[in-house]
């Protein structure tokens, strides 16, 4: 018994050890870390009191698959929809909108975000491919960043695609 408790306990350690969490970026830091190097950018659009997107946070974003992958084939940015502050890319200054008590960013209209959480990817030219309204579950998120890595979208519809692609996370849900 003792030494089944010492094996859990050092599996799931070197499972917390590996695990990475999302490297997040300002807009302005994927901007310009796309000028010299280019990649796709995902941007995880939320709100501090959005609870599907604490949700999404814990249960996508935090999972290693996803985390690895994004740190490796995306810039990925985190937007709070309700920030105050300016924000100044490709020539264009985006501001916040006050609307009584609350507000909205123009960044967060100008990519199409109408509720929270709103995932956008947009190519290495800042252009949008396509958008994820609402939660996303790892594994579909899985295969939405394999599709748009992959330049699949180019070619297949997603539903085509996807129906070839088995996310190593189908098992977990």
């Given at each position: 018994m003792r030494n089944l408790l010492l094996a859990a306990v050092l599996t799931f350690s070197v499972f917390v050890l590996n695990a990475q969490d999302v490297k997040w970026h300002t807009i302005e830091e994927a901007v310009e870390l796309n000028k010299t190097n280019p990649r796709k950018i995902m941007i995880d659009v939320y709100t501090d009191w959005c609870k599907w997107c604490k949700v999404?946070?814990?249960?996508?974003?935090?999972?290693?698959?996803v985390a690895d992958y994004l740190n490796e084939n995306f810039y990925a940015v985190k937007f709070n929809a309700e920030q105050r502050e300016d924000v100044n890319i490709l020539g264009t200054?985006?501001?916040?909108?006050?609307?009584?008590?609350r507000g909205s960013h123009q960044l967060a209209a100008a990519l199409g975000a109408t509720g929270y959480p709103y995932v956008v990817f947009l190519d290495e030219n800042m252009n949008i491919i396509t958008s994820l309204p609402g939660y996303t579950k790892a594994p579909q998120f899985d295969k939405v960043m394999n599709y748009i890595n992959?330049?699949?979208y180019k070619e297949l519809a997603f539903d085509a695609w996807s129906a070839t692609y088995?996310?190593?996370?189908?098992?977990?849900e």
């Open positions: 999404m946070e814990k249960n996508t974003f935090m999972q290693p698959v200054t985006f501001k916040f909108v006050s609307q009584g008590g992959g330049e699949h088995t996310s190593p996370l189908e098992a977990t």
